[in-house]
């Protein structure tokens, strides 16, 4: 057996001793990443159980309502025909919003296990943009917005042909006319704008005149679950879905969305879609892409 030397020792010494630093480093570096994905799983589970806590109340509101409103109805005769028509839009304003929550969380619930796939067909562009207006038009009554429509490269009252998922498309333009209406100011305007640009790309702009976004923010109002405002006392209604589902579908369709905003001078969202390639095509036609989660003629 050879002897080391002193030196020899030393050497070895000082190599164990940097091995053991190294180890010492990683294993400490280990527990800070460890410690910042618990805070960030804490975080999530709290953000989770604030949004189930919330989201149960934009539920059972509308829900009350349309039940307390459908008995008052039935059970009082010789209503006025005003106070028909007032009882009847109330119930159809909690329904529709009511029926627009639950397409939300049930596109999220479907995002989230892996199950909602893209489905290109020949859509009318016009035609899912029209319907959307149309069933949003009494919440824009209710706040005197009037919604403006038109299209830089066609007639905004012909079709627009493009191949998408039409169901997707309507729900993504629902919910940013929806965040346009709820963050609009009252007597403003909303305005959607179509656009085929020289790549054959989609353009469509949804620009309010509203509170607007400050910088910082424009990236987190993508998040799940987060809201500009919070709590009590905020002047707003919604849990902070709409728009990370709107994100969601957006990159499920290989799309674009950029934001110009600033704080008391609206927002401009600004949709980008690329045609699919042909083996993505279906060759059906789709339609307008408006489906309620109940058909009336459904039977059970």
């Given amino acids: ?4 030397s002193d030196q020899e020792i030393i050497e070895e010494l000082l190599y164990r001793f940097a091995d053991k630093r190294r180890i010492l480093d990683e294993q400490k570096r280990l527990m800070n990443e460890l410690r910042i994905v618990n805070k960030k799983l804490g975080t999530s589970e709290a953000l989770k159980s604030h949004f189930l806590s919330n989201i149960k109340n934009e539920i059972n509101n509308p829900l009350s309502s349309i039940l307390g409103l459908s008995r008052n109805m039935s059970v009082i005769n010789n209503l006025d025909k005003d106070k028909v028509k007032s009882t009847s839009d109330l119930i159809y304003s909690e329904a529709f919003n009511l029926d627009f929550q639950l397409k939300n969380i049930f596109a999220a619930a479907d995002i989230e296990a892996g199950e909602s796939h893209p489905t290109y067909n020949k859509t009318d ?12 038009d009494h919440r824009a009554r209710r706040k005197f917005i ?7 490269s066609h007639d ?4 627009l042909y493009f191949y ?19 963050f609009n100011h009252t007597n403003s305007v909303l305005k959607v704008i179509t656009n085929v640009n020289s790549d054959n790309t989609l353009r469509i702009d949804i620009i309010d005149y509203g509170i607007g976004i400050e910088k910082e923010n424009q990236t987190k109002i993508f998040d799940r679950f987060f809201q500009l405002e ?3 006392t905020k002047s707003h209604s919604g849990q902070g879905l709409g728009l990370s589902i709107t994100k969601a579908l957006i990159d499920l369709l ?6 110009d905003s600033e704080p008391n001078k609206g927002s401009k969202f600004v949709l980008i879609f690329n045609k699919p390639n042909d083996s993505e095509i279906t060759g059906d036609f789709s339609g307008e ?12």
Avoid: C, R
Wanted: hydrophobic share 40%; net charge negative; no cysteine.
């Fill in 164 to 182: 998408t998922d039409s169901q997707k498309l309507y729900l993504i333009i629902s919910n940013l006319i929806s965040n346009g209406l709820e």
């Fill in 254 to 259: 290989s799309a674009s969305i950029f934001i």
């Fill in 125 to 136: 562009i016009h035609q899912i943009i029209d319907s959307v207006i149309a069933s949003y």
């Fill in 1 to 4: 057996m050879t002897k080391l």
């Fill in 146 to 152: 009037n919604i403006e429509f038109t299209s830089e």
């Fill in 230 to 232: 919070s709590g009590t």
């Fill in 156 to 159: 905004s009252n012909k079709p």
């Fill in 289 to 300: 892409g408006n489906e309620f989660l109940f058909n009336a003629d459904e039977t059970f």
